[in-house]
């Protein structure tokens, strides 16, 4: 009996090892979210780099082209503020756009609606992007 | 500059952005994500095409 007691295992320890704090895993994520793809690109994935940077700046500029809006911080509405949200995600091109006074909207045009839902949407990719380029970072990814 | 693009094209324009960044993002081998791309951008434009016959019936 006693031997059975000194041979019980101790339960498994299943707490996750924390990943390591490193220059890139702040870097890259940072650099991720003013620059989409840049992300991928400080870390040499330049294949995946290029294509998010293509895919979200395109899907962005042709927002901005159907005069969809760009939200501002203080929008007042909570729909606004989900805008916002989704607009700043683009980073330095939400930083861009809004410094050149872009993006107001147009309500004459019906297209002006599916470019508001392009740029909300390339904001919300981009965030997708930067936890990806985390993850890479951390070694969680290849 | 201005554009003004139907509503299909505006809807695989997004899928195909979408679906880039959803391949990349979500697997981790390249063969993975090209499939896994493919497989969102079948479905967005799967749905697309589905919705739109669902509101043509619904119109009837």
Known sequence: ?????????????????????????????????LIPGAGHLIQKRWGRGLLLMFSIFTMFFLGLAMQGRVYKPNGGDILDMLGFVGNIGAGGLYIVTRALDWGHGAISHATADYG??????????????????????IGKKP | MTITLSHFTSAILFSVFASVVFGITQRNSP?????????????????????????WLIRR
């Open chain 1, 1 to 33: 009996m006693a031997n059975s007691t000194a041979t019980k295992s101790k339960p498994a320890d299943t707490a996750q090892p924390e990943a390591p704090l490193t220059t890139m895993s702040v870097v890259a994520p940072a650099l991720g979210w």
């Open chain 1, 116 to 137: 508001t839902k392009f740029l909300i949407v390339a904001g919300l990719l981009n965030f997708i992007a930067v936890a990806d380029a985390y993850h890479i970072a």
């Open chain 2, 31 to 55: 063969r993975e994500m090209v499939r896994y791309g493919l497989y969102c951008f079948a479905m967005f434009a799967g749905g697309v095409i589905l919705a739109g016959w669902v509101m």
